[in-house]
């Protein structure tokens, strides 16, 4: 729970200094700021859970529960006092609104950084009960946000990278040669063809690398050598267990294998090292590695790389040139910078302005290095 200050002047019309077991101004003010924040994230994770499917779902509106548990308690020590919860943070208003609208992976990425703010564990007016939930939630939430990072690393990692290699890498480049003294039109197209170039390269290498995947995915299944051969095999030299050693079979297994194969053994004693029809398997492995896998993450590189070099040159396009031309390519990459960064430092759990920043001081680094060897190269062709 994220309890940020909400000043508020109302003050406790009970409230008895000479009475030892009232509590202070100070205490009442965070009490009422607690409630609000458990309010708010009962209705956090009460939207999320409604938005979400059978563990999800569950687990979520079981949270909901617990934090309406908190909100209780709150409520009762506030009872004697006549005052209700003050307004709730900006940022939690913030997650009911987007748990209400948008999918659950980075409200909970958001949530999770919230849970692990929680004050209650330096607040000795928190029962230790309450403050160990508040730690568990972090863990449940967590758990919960891995699912969605999982289910969103593959194609989020291609579309980060692959833009942000076109955005550093074009304006890298028009940098360099905006520096050499280039009219704006020259400019233009050596951008265009840094970006053809890096997103032909981008999709090429994807595409080589996708299909040689799957070949040794392909070249590692099993044949079905063992089913036209068997009946000629030699009994006294049963080289059939040989394979399935091979495979990784243990020694007893391997036998049991290959007797259950050539019509040896009537009982499957051991379950476990029983046959399995390898037409099944060859099938599974195929179909883990679907046709057009490869022609497609070739075409969504190319795209991805495309539409992060195309910032740069925007300026140019427009008819821009010189100095203002590259500030503002500059302004537009640092921005898109900012967004992928800090999508991905939301998506990891991590500070979105620390990964933003840390993707902004990266590009730039590579423009500036560049606009300078330009300057150097201009000064030195000069």
């Given at each position: 729970?994220?309890?940020?200050?909400?000043?508020?002047?109302?003050?406790?019309?009970?409230?008895?200094?000479?009475?030892p077991?009232?509590?202070?101004?100070?205490?009442?003010?965070?009490?009422?700021?607690?409630?609000?924040?458990?309010?708010?994230?009962?209705?956090?994770?009460?939207?999320?859970?409604?938005?979400?499917?059978?563990?999800?779902?569950?687990?979520?509106?079981?949270?909901?529960?617990?934090?309406?548990?908190?909100?209780?308690?709150?409520?009762?020590?506030?009872?004697?006092y006549?005052?209700?919860?003050?307004?709730?943070s900006?940022?939690?208003?913030?997650?009911?609104?987007?748990?209400?609208h948008?999918?659950?992976?980075?409200v909970?990425?958001?949530l999770q950084?919230?849970?692990?703010?929680?004050?209650?564990?330096?607040?000795?007016?928190?029962p230790?009960?309450?403050a160990?939930?508040?730690?568990?939630?972090?863990?449940?939430?967590?758990?919960?946000?891995?699912?969605?990072?999982?289910r969103?690393?593959?194609?989020?990692?291609?579309?980060?990278?692959g833009?942000?290699?076109?955005?550093?890498?074009?304006?890298?480049?028009?940098?360099?040669?905006?520096?050499?003294?280039?009219?704006?039109?020259?400019?233009?197209?050596?951008?265009?063809?840094?970006?053809?170039?890096?997103?032909?390269?981008?999709?090429?290498?994807?595409?080589?690398?996708?299909?040689?995947?799957?070949?040794?995915?392909?070249?590692?299944l099993?044949?079905?050598?063992?089913?036209?051969?068997?009946?000629?095999?030699?009994?006294?030299?049963?080289?059939?267990e040989?394979?399935?050693?091979?495979?990784?079979?243990?020694?007893?297994?391997?036998?049991?294998?290959?007797?259950?194969?050539?019509?040896?053994?009537?009982?499957d004693?051991?379950?476990?090292?029983?046959?399995?029809?390898?037409?099944?398997?060859?099938?599974?492995?195929?179909?883990?590695?679907?046709?057009?896998?490869?022609?497609g993450?070739?075409?969504?590189?190319?795209?991805?790389?495309?539409?992060?070099?195309?910032?740069?040159?925007?300026?140019?396009?427009?008819?821009?040139?010189?100095?203002?031309?590259l500030?503002?390519?500059?302004?537009?990459v640092?921005?898109?910078?900012?967004?992928?960064?800090?999508?991905?430092?939301?998506?990891?759990?991590?500070?979105?302005l620390?990964?933003?920043?840390?993707?902004?001081?990266?590009?730039?680094?590579?423009?500036?290095?560049?606009?300078?060897?330009?300057?150097?190269?201009?000064?030195?062709?000069?």
């Amino acid at each position: 729970m994220n309890a940020s200050p909400a000043p508020s002047s109302d003050s406790p019309a009970s409230l008895n200094p000479g009475d030892p077991g009232a509590a202070t101004r100070s205490q009442v003010r965070r009490w009422r700021r607690y409630l609000a924040e458990e309010q708010a994230e009962a209705e956090i994770y009460r939207r999320l859970g409604e938005r979400s499917e059978g563990r999800h779902r569950r687990i979520l509106l079981e949270v909901a529960e617990a934090e309406g548990r908190h909100s209780r308690h709150w409520q009762s020590q506030l009872a004697p006092y006549g005052l209700g919860p003050t307004r709730p943070s900006l940022g939690s208003r913030t997650l009911m609104l987007l748990a209400e609208h948008f999918g659950t992976v980075f409200v909970l990425a958001l949530l999770q950084r919230a849970e692990s703010r929680s004050p209650y564990a330096d607040d000795a007016d928190v029962p230790a009960s309450m403050a160990a939930d508040e730690a568990l939630h972090e863990e449940i939430v967590r758990a919960l946000a891995n699912d969605g990072r999982q289910r969103l690393s593959g194609n989020f990692r291609a579309a980060v990278f692959g833009a942000n290699d076109g955005l550093v890498s074009n304006l890298a480049l028009v940098m360099g040669v905006g520096a050499t003294g280039m009219a704006g039109s020259q400019v233009l197209f050596t951008g265009i063809a840094g970006l053809l170039a890096g997103a032909l390269s981008m999709g090429a290498g994807e595409f080589v690398s996708v299909r040689s995947q799957r070949e040794m995915l392909d070249a590692s299944l099993p044949t079905q050598v063992t089913l036209d051969v068997a009946p000629q095999l030699d009994l006294q030299a049963n080289e059939l267990e040989l394979v399935y050693r091979a495979r990784g079979m243990s020694a007893e297994a391997a036998a049991h294998r290959a007797a259950e194969r050539l019509g040896y053994l009537d009982c499957d004693c051991d379950p476990s090292l029983s046959y399995q029809d390898e037409d099944d398997q060859a099938d599974s492995g195929e179909d883990n590695v679907a046709l057009g896998t490869d022609l497609g993450a070739s075409a969504s590189s190319f795209c991805f790389f495309a539409s992060g070099a195309i910032i740069p040159i925007i300026p140019f396009i427009l008819g821009m040139a010189g100095m203002p031309a590259l500030v503002l390519a500059m302004v537009l990459v640092g921005i898109a910078l900012l967004v992928t960064g800090g999508a991905v430092g939301l998506l990891s759990g991590a500070s979105p302005l620390k990964r933003g920043l840390r993707q902004l001081s990266i590009g730039y680094g590579a423009a500036i290095a560049t606009y300078l060897l330009g300057l150097l190269f201009n000064t030195t062709v000069g």
